[in-house]
């Protein structure tokens, strides 16, 4: 084997040596990008004081997030009639275990998140997301006219992604 090949060999191994991820563990695989719709599939509901247990997330409501490469909006409708129950969105950041959501609007507007920053710690499994964190609980106060945050509600909730079908709606294309 001459210098050359050698020096190959010891560049590739020393290459493959350093590199610090983990390719035979599926658990801490990120994807590059979130870009892409999003449905709910299962959540702790935050509002539960005892049973603190992950539940399917209800047929009779929609909840998705809809993602491109700078912005997520997020939704939740009733599916029976079409009724508008939540909505937000901004910008957000991703990098691996971190997604942060700049909630720059939000209905009903008298939530107070407007201007909220929330942290999730994110990880992926069997092709889920699995994000945790908190979103702050404000309310305004019309004596000072200022919002105050007053708590925090814990967010777990897992998210699945939507498959592309390749077939446009009908009714979505403008004739």
């Known amino acids: 084997m001459n210098r050359c090949n050698l020096f190959y060999l010891l560049f590739i191994t020393l290459l493959v040596g350093c590199n610090t991820t983990n390719t035979s563990d599926s658990d801490s695989k990120y994807p590059k990008s979130l870009t892409g719709s999003w449905e709910i599939e299962s959540f702790i509901d935050p509002s539960a004081d005892s049973v603190r247990e992950m539940q399917t997330y209800s047929s009779d409501d929609v909840k998705q997030k809809h993602i491109n490469a700078t912005h997520v909006i997020w939704l939740r409708y009733e599916r029976e009639n079409g009724q508008l129950l939540e909505m937000g969105g901004g910008t957000y950041e991703y990098q691996g275990s971190t997604y942060v959501e700049n909630i720059e609007f939000f209905y009903p507007p008298s939530s107070g998140s407007v201007g909220q920053k929330n942290l999730f710690q994110a990880s992926f499994k069997d092709g889920k ?47």
């Open 129 to 175: 997301w699995y994000h945790n964190g908190y979103a702050k609980i404000s309310e305004f106060d019309p004596e000072t006219a200022e919002t105050a945050v007053t708590d925090s509600l814990r967010i777990e909730e897992i998210w699945k992604l939507i498959p592309l079908t390749g077939k446009a709606d009908p009714e979505m294309i403008a004739t």
